[in-house]
């Protein structure tokens, strides 16, 4: 009787404010409802099958894929690169590895503000660095040009999430036990030798498992991408969750955005599950042998 | 590069000059546009355009002054902190007594309990935000109100609360709580009296988590909150866009708005990276 007393209160809340509108997100996408009067106008999967024919919609998936891929293909190796660098010992070890984690404890809004001063068309920082270094700035500013936006985006969310790489990492290299390097270094192995042969390998289940977060998180990426850009220009950094929320919020169709939900979640749930059965699976077998 | 240098093991040697200077370059990139958002706070917008990479010279304290008698800016503060604790009290609170019976009780069906939980976890907030801001707005009517944003956000905190509380409700021992019943406590009794001051650590750690992650949300509030009862990253976000070419403002408005966070975090820094740590390792 007890068990009730203590688990209602978390339960009840998660069923109004998760449950309920995730359910109402699938109901919502079988109808043509623009926000008035009762959900009638029952169309079917009309609304799947239009948010998937939008080019839009379809470019927004691809950049959530840049950015899942990209996000891990530049954050491991910086990653482990500057967790190798910290793990070492030197002086002001602590405060650098606070600083590093300054960016990851910033608000993604606070954080995309002060980076559209940075990117200030000719009298922001970064231009007036670059012209420094002999390139030339776009003339729309970096953001404001299709060809680089995106990549631009991919370079913030980057700076933002490094900081949460390498402390993971760092977390994982504290399991590496001195022994082994000691035992490496006598039979004379180099510092780069026993970073590769040792370390880098044990540090495997916390990189897949940090992998797994960063893909959920680029599945979902909004907050930053609605302030840099909005989702432009032209579309170039739409990503799904923009999409859902432009269509829900500007336009009132709610029917195309719970499709779009559905779609999103549908993706983030079979690139989760795809995941577990490949490579995490690895993680629980050695764990077990 | 010398092999014969890397045999010997580094010990308070200090590292090496090259290992110092890329620690550098990293610090410089990850705190530079922080500290060039502070700086800009203090030159005025023709030094900024005359040359971005400049220091303040002379150093100006009318934009932050700005900031600071800015009526508005003091009201986005407050609702970013009433919300951020309504939300943290009650992550907190439901999530101790959620994991309590998970991880103290034995019942049939515990496991396939814990398993909603875990569920929880699995969905995207995006996924649910255009009906969860319907549901809000006209069956609830709790639009534009601090708890029409805490009690949604206290809700998606609570799966990763109860998974984070779980193992460490587990590891405590289990002799003061019997040592209590055997003194006729009841089983609430117990969880108020034993179990919460010896659960103090866990609940800190989930405690900064939820108030960080409140904090810092921007889509839930957006949907929801309007004018006066808009948080600081959404006050910082129009104040963005409505004073564009007021550069120095916007950075002004953009350091303040940041260092109460940035506090919290360095108060409880190990708090929180343990807790980020425990959550994945599972």
Redesign the interface.
Known sequence: M??L???T???A??A???A???V??VR?SVYDWK?FGDLTDFVGLENYVEVLGDEVFRSAVGHNMVIVVGSILLQLPLGVA?AL??N?????QGL?R??????Y??????????????L?PQ???I???TAQIGLTPPEQGWLGTPEYALWIVLLVLT?KY???AV??FL?GMQGVSEEL??AA?LD?A???QTQWRITIPLLGP?MR??AF?SM?GS??C??MI??LTQGGPANATAT??TY??DE??KRHN?GI??AA??I??VI??AM?LAYQVLILRRDTKEDTV | MS?TA??T????S??NLW??L??LI??A???G??L??AL?GFRTNAQ??DK??GLPDPWVWSNYAGVLSNPSFWQYALNSTMIAIITTV?TV???L??A???AR?Q?RGREA?FM??VL?L??????????????ITRNLHMANTWWGVA??Q???A??MT?VILRPFLMALPKELEEAALMDGAS??GV?WRVLMPLSAPGMITVGVLAF?TS?????LPL?LLQDKMRTL??G??DF?TEHSAD?AG??AF?TL??IP??VL??AF?RRL?SG??GA???
């Open positions: 007890e068990i007393v203590f688990v209160p978390a339960l809340l998660i109004l404010f998760v309920w509108p995730i109402t997100a919502f926000g500057i660098l910290l070492r010992k030197m002086r002001g650098l606070t600083i590093i984690f300054v960016p404890v910033l608000a993604e809004v606070i954080a995309a503000v002060v980076w559209l001063q940075l200030q009298y922001g920082f231009d007036a660095f700076w490094l900081g949460l402390l993971l977390a390097h000691e270094q004379g180099s510092w780069w916390t498992t940090w977060l959920i599945i979902q909004f907050d609605w302030v799904m969750a859902l929320i829900g919020t709610y955005a719970g939900s559905v999103l979640f983030a749930f989760a | 092999v890397d045999l093991p580094r010990r308070r200090g590292g290992v110092y890329i620690a990293v610090v990139i990850t705190v546009p922080v060039y958002g800009g900024l355009a971005p990479a009650v609170v439901f999530g007594m959620a309590y019976p998970l009780y019942f309990l909603v939980f929880g699995l969905f995207p907030a995006a996924v649910a935000i255009i009906p969860l801001f319907i549901i009690l949604p206290a809700a998606f609570l799966p109860v089983r609430i969880f960080v904090w810092n949300a921007y889509l949907l990253p959404l910082v976000a963005s550069t916007v950075l953009t708005a940041m966070a940035l975090f360095l820094q990276v980020l740590q994945v390792k599972g």
